[in-house]
């Protein structure tokens, strides 16, 4: 049986306490470098060595309609595809497209909330 850690309490349990600072971490909207061998050349950026794009799971909080229109799209695919593996791939075209400049966005605040639309 492990040995209990002994906790030590402060002279009052409503005593005031400070947040540590939190961690540095790279800013999350560049990639990261690495050298050209560690790459494995599968994207134009990894075969010339330049980044390492790392995947990050993210959430999206859509209507229920707007899943099931997912969830439609994936059936009539492959029978391996799933409604998060188009969902992946909306997002990637949309990002893909805004960069191009295909797509222009503009943000407000409409009943109290921010929101994000296309402009025209």
Known sequence: MAKRKKVTIQESPFA???RSAPAARPD?????PTPAAATGGTDDARAQGEVTDKVRAVSVSLRESEYATYDQIAAGL????TRMAVMNE?????VRMYRAGKI???????????????SK
């Not at 492959?78 to 595809?81: F, K, L, S, T, V």
């Not at 909306?90 to 949309?94: D, E, M, Q, T, V």
């Not at 222009?104 to 296309?118: H, L, N, Q, T």
Request: positive net charge.
């Open 90 to 94: 909306a997002l990637r075209i949309f």
């Open 16 to 18: 005031k306490t400070e």
């Open 78 to 81: 492959d029978p391996a595809a």
């Open 28 to 32: 999350r909207g560049q990639p990261t």
């Open 104 to 118: 222009k966005i503009a943000s407000g605040i409409e009943g109290g909330r921010v929101i994000v639309r296309e």
